[in-house]
């Protein structure tokens, strides 16, 4: 990995100034991209960890300050066995290759969601890799395992009101968001779902009240740095009002 410059970033057709803060993926068709090309299920996801690799080393190299990836939600447990088991072993393998180099690259990795309900070697390996980066100060790599939105927005609902009717005193938004799993991030600015489905299956629900959604047709593991590029020079076009008025 290595910085890109202003410069590069304006010959590929982004401003660097206005790159999003924070950019959520629901990485979505590997399994209709493994129908397509012949192969089992499991070949699809593989192609997608690799996919997974470009896209974060662009967002660290771009210069990006968080990114938060969708990889197993708390409805893909009615998977059949042998699947799970295939994600298991690939996030296990993920988390245990490329530490080197994401630690290197000064990537701070954190996962958000249930990660109790996981087999012990993928606690572990996620672990690992938590501790080892938590120092770092670059790119603010989110794993969403295990993750829904609204467990996420009913586990940060029944921690306030526990700290209300400790205090007496009725939380504020802000104390809710205190409760988030993001709640040392930005929002997200650009949400992107690959694969053609247009709908967010229980991602950020809270936090991306004002993200710019972007839907694209590619599966993901056909989601190259030049589609990301192309998602994030969409976002930059976008006129972004807030409620406001331009
Ligand atoms: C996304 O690909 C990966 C996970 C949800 C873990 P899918 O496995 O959902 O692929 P499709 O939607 O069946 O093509
Ligand atoms: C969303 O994809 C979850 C992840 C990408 C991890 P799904 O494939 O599970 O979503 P649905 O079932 O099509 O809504
Ligand atoms: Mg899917």
Redesign the pocket.
């Known amino acids: 990995m290595a910085k890109l410059t202003a410069q590069q970033l304006h010959e590929l057709g982004l401003n660097p100034k206005a790159l999003p803060r924070h950019v959520a993926i ?3 068709g590997n399994g209709r991209w493994a129908r397509k090309n012949g192969a089992l299920r499991s070949f699809g996801h593989r192609a997608g960890v690799d996919r997974l690799r470009e896209i974060i080393r662009f967002s660290s190299d771009s210069g990006i300050e968080a990114l938060t990836l ?4 708390t ?2 447990w009615k998977r059949p066995d042998s699947e799970l088991a295939v994600l298991f072993n690939l996030l296990v393998e993920y988390f245990t290759k490329e530490i080197d180099e994401l630690d290197e690259n000064n990537v701070r990795i954190r996962a958000i969601g249930e990660m109790a309900a996981f087999p012990e070697r993928v606690r572990t390996a996620v672990g690992n890799a938590e501790s080892r980066t938590q120092h770092n100060g670059g790119l603010k790599l989110n794993i ?1 395992l295990n993750y829904g939105a609204r467990m996420e927005i009913v586990r940060a609902a029944r921690r306030v009101s526990a700290n209300a009717i400790e205090s007496g005193k009725l939380p504020t938004q802000q104390d809710f968001e205190n409760e988030l799993y993001t709640h040392d991030l930005p929002e997200p600015d650009l949400l992107i779902r690959t694969s053609g ?1 247009m ?1 967010l ?1 229980n ?1 950020l629900l809270y936090q991306a009240a004002y993200a710019e959604l972007y839907f694209i047709e590619v599966l993901w593991p056909d989601f190259t740095q030049t589609e990301y590029v192309k998602a994030i020079a969409e976002y930059q076009r976008r006129n972004r009002r807030f409620g406001g008025l331009e």
Not at 70 to 73: D, G, N, Q, V
């Open positions: 629901i990485m979505d969708y990889a197993f939600s409805e893909n969403a489905e709908r299956s991602f």
